[in-house]
């Protein structure tokens, strides 16, 4: 990882947003959480099911 | 008894030619000679008991090989140029000046043939001028056969103290396609059943050849296989600092991401299978093989099995941080094989040879500085040579 | 021969730190520690002095090193010397910025400082010699600095870092060693494997330092961006599918989401099947509507950006990152979702 440091883990390279609009709810929020939380660099997060 | 003389028309040449012609010119160590369009090296070879030097089938490394030192046979070639390697870099050996020193032909006789492309496309034209190296190669060292050697070196297997560290060499040979192979006893890197274990001997041997064109620096030709400096290291230490634990062939640019991952993780399965505590890992080429070997690298270290990486830089002169083409934390033990980028300073030969024009156009005579990228083999990444690069 | 030498107030000797606001200043000949350098330096001479306030030249950089630089290519030395430095870190920020602005108009220059010293960074081209930390090494430091600048004053090529007694700049040189490189391979595998790594070549990652949490997302204006190739449908601008050589945008004009009718996928590094299916699913406008609608986030930004992330050059893609955030900044845009495939 180069110079990402807010990272969300998504499900696959063709759909890193997921499939539907369920999943890719759960992935946004998740993002939106990283993005108002201080961090260390290259901080990876996973999406809560 | 009756003899039969059967006469065919000559049209039957109507089908186009690979080659038109060759040139032959022998020029002795250190002439003023710059030659161009260099496509692959080889030592002369032959075996006494009549097997190829360079065979298709069978086994190499086993019984007796003839080699005459001091001489190479360096082949040239000028793509036609509607179907040029895609990304062909010039490829140059300089006899004298400053170019001498980052290839090792200076010191020897070199036999160069310059073939004339015909109108039969660039493959064939490659396939005919490989085949023709060969056997020139195999040729000259004809005299070897009724002579006595000067030197005899026995290469096998010998026990070694089982506390001594055992220490494979992990080969990379490209395989992209055609003018992109190397080639495992005549079969594309990619078509061999690579990663495969083989004897270190079948390597010094034949069976490797270089058919491989977009790189000049960084082409591994087939002298640099017959002289393996990795494995003549590792039989050199055998039994001293190490226990030489065997090779490993395995192909640069596996075209899919899991075809990369699957062929790091069987390279290291096969180093397993050869008990190796540490590997020299070695590159070949630019672009996505690096990423091959690193990705063999981090799956080596999960493994535990200790690594270090040979490849070549390609970092900006003007710039402060070293360039590599790819990288994993796990690659903390790297030999530098030169920066690529590099220039060498300008030198006007006597004579070329191979072409008169580089490939952009320029007068091979008066090329100005050369970077390290065109000399044919410099940076090979191998650790063939003694070139290298360091932090000032 | 002819050397320039910089020191700053207090080495001037105009004072301490009440002086650290001094303006630029040209004095003849030696000065304070220069008096000791010229006495090491032989057949070069010290024409003149150039002096600045550390304050004033970290508070003025441009205007100092203007007036400086002019100063200095007045007396066209033969090689130009600031510090020593020691441990100062105004002081060698000062002495390092201008070596190496020096060095890039062709005058031979040479700083000296601590290694530690910020200003080793700031040096370019120049030369930087060791020192001790603090003033104590003066009388070590002077005729080292003498050596290297009259070597640069003479012309002479240098030869390493190690050999001529410089910090190591940064740059990678070619050389020949004693050994192949298959035998240093199997040097650096035994020691590794007795427990010590080296190694010939550091790779590493770029390290970007982390921007602060957004503070109140639902006043924020959110952008979109993917590398995972999403275009209008047809690929009007054709974005190449690899190696692309540059990015792209396009207005949303409101949209609630990415059609499969209006978009679709042009990236030759993966299945696209899936994302032309539902381009939402490379680039979440759907989903980022509705929190909009929710006010959890402030605004979409009605521009995203687009490009192909295939066989990119790092460099290429830290140029497009920088462009897009260049636009992005200027747009107003507090955070930025980014798809990668």
């Not at chain 2, 093989?289 to 990486?309: K, Q």
Request: aromatic content about 6%; overall charge negative; some cysteine.
């Amino acid at each position: 990882m180069i110079g990402a440091n807010r990272i969300v883990r998504g499900p696959a390279i063709t759909h890193p947003f997921g499939v539907d609009e369920a999943e890719r709810r759960r992935i946004v929020e998740r993002a939106l959480e990283l993005l108002e939380t201080d961090v260390e660099p290259n901080t990876v997060w996973e999406v809560a099911e | 008894m009756a003899w039969e003389l059967a006469t065919f028309p000559a049209d039957l040449l109507r089908e186009p030619e690979p080659l038109e012609g060759v040139s032959v010119e022998i020029v002795q160590p250190g002439e003023p000679v710059r030659i161009t369009h260099v496509l692959d090296a080889v030592e002369p070879r032959i075996r006494p008991d009549g097997r190829p030097a360079f065979p298709t089938e069978g086994k190499a490394g086993e019984g007796r090989t003839n080699r005459l030192d001091g001489v190479v046979v360096l082949s040239c070639l000028d793509f036609a140029g509607e179907e040029r390697p895609l990304h062909e870099q010039e490829s140059i050996v300089d006899l004298a000046g400053p170019g001498a020193a980052f290839t090792p032909f200076a010191q020897e006789t070199c036999v160069v043939l310059t073939f004339q492309p015909g109108r039969a496309g660039n493959e064939d034209a490659e396939a005919a001028a490989r085949r023709t190296a060969l056997q020139v190669a195999e040729h000259l060292a004809r005299s070897t056969l009724d002579v006595e050697p000067v030197d005899l070196e026995r290469f096998e297997a010998r026990s070694a103290d089982p506390g001594l560290p055992a220490v494979a060499a992990l080969i990379q040979l490209s395989d992209l396609g055609p003018l992109y192979y190397q080639y495992v006893y005549g079969t594309p890197a990619g078509k061999a059943g690579l990663p495969r274990i083989v004897e270190p001997t079948e390597v010094l041997d034949g069976a490797v050849t270089c058919g491989e064109y977009h790189w000049a620096a960084m082409r591994n030709p087939t002298v640099f296989f017959q002289r393996n400096a990795l494995i003549r290291s590792l039989y050199r230490e055998h039994g001293k600092r190490l226990r030489f634990a065997g090779v490993v062939l395995m192909r640069g640019y596996e075209q899919s991401a899991e075809d990369k991952q699957r062929a790091a993780d069987a390279a290291a399965t096969r180093a397993e299978e050869l008990g190796a505590d540490g590997v020299v890992i070695t590159t070949d080429a630019g672009g996505n093989s690096h990423t091959d070997v690193m990705l063999t690298c981090r799956a080596c270290e999960r493994a535990g099995i200790r690594t270090t990486v040979t490849l070549a830089e390609e970092t900006d002169p003007e710039s402060t941080r070293p360039i590599l083409t790819d990288w994993v934390p796990e690659a903390d033990s790297i030999v530098s094989t030169g920066n690529l980028e590099e220039l060498v300073e300008e030198w006007k030969p006597e004579r070329i040879l191979g072409g008169e024009e580089l490939l952009d156009g320029t007068p091979a005579a008066k090329a100005g500085p050369i970077p390290v990228r065109n000399y044919l083999g410099a940076a090979n990444q191998m650790g063939q040579l003694t070139l290298g690069a360091r932090t000032e | 021969m002819k050397a320039v030498h910089y020191v700053n107030q207090f080495f001037a000797g105009l004072g301490g730190e009440d002086k650290a606001e001094t303006p630029p200043a040209r004095l003849g000949g030696a000065v304070g520690p220069g008096r000791g350098l010229a006495g090491e330096l032989g057949e070069v001479e010290i024409v003149a002095t150039l002096a600045c306030g550390d304050d004033y030249f970290a508070e003025h950089e441009e205007e100092a090193l203007a007036t400086l630089l002019g100063y200095l290519e007045q007396e066209s030395p033969d090689v130009f010397i600031a510090g020593p430095a020691f441990g100062s870190g105004r002081y060698g920020y000062a002495c390092g910025t201008l070596v190496a602005a020096a060095a890039e108009r062709g005058i031979p220059s040479v700083a000296a400082m601590h290694p530690e010293n910020p200003g080793v960074d700031t040096a370019g081209k120049a030369y930087v010699v060791p020192t001790a930390v603090n003033v104590a090494g003066m009388r070590d430091a002077l005729p080292r600095v003498a050596r290297l600048a009259t070597a640069l004053a003479q012309g002479r090529d240098l030869g390493t870092a190690s050999d001529e007694g410089y910090l190591p700049r940064g740059f990678r040189r070619n050389y020949f060693a004693e050994k192949t490189g298959a035998e240093r391979a199997v040097d650096l595998l035994i020691a590794k494997l007795g427990g010590e790594t080296r190694t010939e070549v550091g790779g590493g990652l770029d390290r970007v330092e982390p921007p602060a949490a957004v503070p109140d997302l639902s006043e924020t204006l959110v952008a979109l961006v993917t590398e995972g190739g999403c275009v209008p449908q047809g690929n009007p601008d054709r974005l190449p599918s690899v190696r692309a050589k540059g990015w792209l945008r396009y207005e949303l004009d409101g949209a609630e989401t990415l059609s499969a009718a209006r978009y679709e996928s042009v990236h030759g590094g993966f299945d696209v099947t899936l994302a032309n299916e539902d381009p939402n699913r490379l680039v979440p406008l759907d989903t980022a509507r509705a929190l909009e609608r929710e006010g959890r986030i402030g605004r979409v930004h009605e521009t995203f950006y687009t490009t192909t992330g295939n066989g990119t050059p790092v460099v290429a893609s830290t140029r497009f990152g920088r462009e897009i955030a260049g636009e992005l900044r200027e747009a107003g845009v507090g955070a930025v979702l980014l798809s990668g495939t």
